[in-house]
Structure formats: structure tokens, C-alpha cells
């Protein structure tokens, strides 16, 4: 077993399955392999095993109570969110999933799943008629497409008597899980590499105060952005305005219009190495903005519309070693348009989305759509959170990168 567990804060959550005994052992295995760990019970977990075996095996005290008084003067589900840097709820009950997929935070540990940034896994446990019910499997369909992953129980004799699908996986299982997370969020495959990101809309000026834009929120590109600084990379993000918090750790230049964003985006492009295009530049300015405010007063007006330059089009055509990876947000023949531009414009790679799809999109924090590379090879990645989307981009844009 590798040193990945060494000083990682793991906090796992119990829920009330007869399988909560088993946890135990969960405890005792990272804590032999140099984790801290810190236990959340919901209180019907405590009616099955008491918290004392675990607050002796994690050497910490164990925490149910919501509302319990501390002598700390911290919150204690903020606080547990924060330590965390992954959070496995196993055994996670039927009931406990189906809060997580719904939002309901009315107990500590369910608190927790909607408080912490941290990775969050579920390991069910359940009887095999439950586990099958349908809203229990579209609860943890709901779950994995918002980001959640889920360990998959095993098949066998269940505490109930019956045989079928539903038992905790086994702890080794778990334990593999864990270090999968662990290994992959402290990946940091892209250090050495420069990665300029564009993101957000463009805003086209009619007069001072009136704008002409689009629905793009940025939030693509800001995960993209983010993503690759946890890979290790220098991060150059051009960013049309949105509502969002800029990534920590990268160098931001906010633009307005597209002919703004041409401009950062030539000066920087020299010291990159891969380009993620994935803003939605406007095609068109207006030709003659209004100095002043436009008065209302006509019945109709008439606004004249140019073409802007073609950013995606420009750094094709100066590419010297970076990779190219653009988006292109489609309605209709998304395959066959994404392929048109990924050669015209001579890219190495292209997102290829379906923006008129309502799970997926502009405005989402959930993405699905079909890499392409210019090698012919064809990704299709399913509907996911954006962040985790990016990174299954990166993924293959760092695969050419050590290729070559
Ligand atoms: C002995 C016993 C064993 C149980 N085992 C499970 C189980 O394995 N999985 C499950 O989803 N619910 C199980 N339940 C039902 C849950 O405990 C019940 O749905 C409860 O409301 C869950 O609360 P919690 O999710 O807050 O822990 C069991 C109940 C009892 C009394």
C-alpha cells in the first residue's frame, strides 16, 4: 500500500446499517496506515455500535450532534467540512442518500455532504429490494452526475437473511477507493506547464450603459482553470464578466468585448503551452457605438453588426508548440460541425456540447459532450459536475503532451 494515506485527514460518516460494525474495522485499517480520522454517526448509528469503539480506535472524539455544545468555539459541521480532505460515508443507508440527493442537511453528518469542498464517497448498504428500488437508484444517479462517487456494494448473504446485492463492499475495497481519490487529488502531472484558459461571455457595447451578450456563466472555464492549478500548472485565465469567484492561484485578465479578449489572449499565447478556448466570444460587434445613451424616442432603430476577429482561428494559424483545444457549443450536427472546426481551425482537440440540452450547458454546473482529437481518437465523457469534467478533459490533452 502506497504512502498516500500518511497525515490525510479522512473523516468517515456512519448511518444506521446493521453493517456499521464494519466501519470499525475501516477505522482501524487507515489509522494503521498513518491517516487521521475523525467519525461522524447519524443517532441511529449510535442505537447499532456504540461511538465509544470508535472514538478509541480513531483517538478522537466522535461526533453526532449537530447542535452539541463544544468546548470549541468553531461550528462543528463547517469545522469537520473543512478538515476533511475526503469524506466517506460508509455504511451510507437508503435514507441517507436520499437526504444527500435531495439537500436535506437535518442531522450532522448530512450537514456535512452540503458543507464540505472535500470528495465525498458513498458506500451503500442496504437490503437487495431497497437497493434496486428505483428512487434509491435515481437518487445515486442523481448523486454521481452532481460529482458524489459511489463504492458499489457486493452480492452475498445480507444481515436480514436474504441473498442478493446490497453489502458494504469490502473494507479493502474501500480502502482502494480511498487511495484512488487521494492519489488523484494530489496528481500533479501538469507542473512545468504554462495553460492559458479563456472564459465567461464577451459584452459588444451598443452605447455606455447597453450591452449585447450571451448566456455563457463562465463556469466551464473557471473549473478548467482550477483543475489544472491542482495539477500543478501556471494558470493564465481571460475571463468576459461573471458572477464567479476567480480560481485561487491564477493570473486573471478580465476582458469586455471580444476584440479585449483578442488582445490579452495574442499576448499571452507565445508562453503557453495547451489552450483551452472555452469562452463564448461574440461573433459581432456593433459598428458605431453611441457615445452617449441611446434616447427612446424612435419606433424602431437599426444597429449595424460586424464580424470580429476569430480568436480560436488566429491561434491556429500562429501555433508553434501548444496544443489547441477548443469548445464548440452546438444545437444542431454537433458531430459534424465540431469536426469541421477542429480542421479549419487547426486545432488538436474539440469539446464538442449540446447547448441546448437543459442538464448540460451554459448556464449548468453539470457538462456532458464528445472530445475529439485531431489523431481521430473520439472521448465521449457523460454528464458530470463541470469540475470533474475538466479534469476527464485534462486527462487526454496531458496524454498528447507526454506523448510528444
Ligand atoms: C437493525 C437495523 C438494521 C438496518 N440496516 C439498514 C441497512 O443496512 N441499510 C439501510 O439503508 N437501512 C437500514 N436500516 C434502516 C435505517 O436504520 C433507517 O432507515 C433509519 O431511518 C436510517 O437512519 P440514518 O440514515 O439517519 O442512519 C436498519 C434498521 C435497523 C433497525
Not at 459534424?336 to 451554459?362: M, P, Q
Request: net charge positive; glycine share 6%; charged share 25%.
Amino acid at each position: 500500500m502506497s504512502k498516500v494515506f500518511k497525515d490525510k485527514n479522512i473523516l468517515i460518516g456512519i448511518s444506521g446499517c446493521i453493517a456499521a460494525y464494519k466501519s470499525a474495522d475501516l477505522t482501524s485499517r487507515l489509522i494503521k496506515l498513518g491517516a487521521n480520522v475523525k467519525i461522524i454517526m447519524t443517532a441511529n448509528a449510535t442505537k447499532l455500535v456504540q461511538p465509544l469503539t470508535f472514538q478509541s480506535l480513531s483517538a478522537n472524539p466522535v461526533y453526532f450532534d449537530t447542535f452539541q455544545s463544544t468546548e470549541r468555539w468553531d461550528i462543528e459541521h463547517i469545522a469537520l467540512a473543512k478538515w476533511a480532505d475526503i469524506f466517506v460515508i460508509a455504511p451510507a443507508t437508503a435514507n441517507v442518500i436520499g437526504k444527500a440527493a435531495s439537500g436535506i442537511a437535518d442531522d450532522l453528518l448530512t450537514t456535512t455532504i452540503l458543507a464540505t469542498e472535500a470528495k465525498t464517497l458513498f458506500a451503500p448498504a442496504m437490503n437487495t429490494v431497497m437497493y434496486q428500488k428505483k428512487v434509491v437508484q435515481d437518487n445515486i444517479a442523481k448523486l454521481k452526475r452532481l460529482g458524489y462517487d459511489f463504492i458499489p456494494p457486493g452480492k452475498g448473504r445480507l444481515a436480514c437473511g436474504d441473498w442478493g446485492e446490497g453489502k458494504l463492499a469490502d473494507i479493502e475495497v474501500i480502502i482502494q477507493h480511498i487511495e484512488k481519490h487521494l492519489n488523484s487529488s494530489t496528481k500533479r502531472d501538469m507542473e512545468g506547464l504554462r495553460v492559458l484558459v479563456t472564459a465567461g461571455p464577451t459584452c459588444e457595447p451598443i452605447d455606455p450603459v447597453r450591452f449585447i451578450t450571451n448566456h455563457s456563466s463562465g463556469k466551464m472555464g473557471y473549473a478548467i482553470a482550477e483543475a489544472c492549478i491542482q495539477r500543478g500548472a501556471a494558470v493564465d485565465l481571460v475571463t468576459g464578466p461573471t458572477n464567479l469567484q476567480t480560481p485561487a492561484g491564477a493570473n486573471v485578465f478580465p476582458v469586455e468585448s471580444a476584440k479585449d479578449m483578442y488582445q490579452a489572449v495574442l499576448k499571452l499565447y507565445e508562453m503557453a503551452d495547451i489552450v483551452f478556448k472555452s469562452a463564448a466570444v461574440a461573433d459581432y460587434h456593433v459598428k458605431e457605438v453611441a457615445s452617449s445613451k441611446i434616447k427612446k424616442g424612435q419606433d424602431s432603430i437599426k444597429l449595424e453588426l460586424v464580424r470580429n476577429p476569430d480568436i480560436l482561428m488566429e491561434l491556429g494559424k500562429r501555433k508553434t508548440k501548444q496544443v489547441l483545444v477548443g469548445f464548440a457549443a452546438e444545437t444542431e450536427d454537433l458531430e459534424k460541425n465540431a469536426l469541421e472546426k477542429l480542421k479549419r481551425k487547426n486545432l488538436d482537440f474539440i469539446l464538442a456540447n449540446d447547448v441546448s440540452s437543459s442538464e448540460s450547458g451554459f448556464q449548468s454546473d453539470e457538462n456532458k459532450g464528445i472530445l475529439f482529437s485531431k489523431d481521430g481518437s473520439i472521448t465521449p465523457i457523460p454528464l458530470m459536475a463541470k469540475k470533474e469534467f475538466a479534469h476527464r478533459i485534462i486527462d487526454e490533452v496531458i496524454k498528447k503532451v507526454k506523448s510528444d
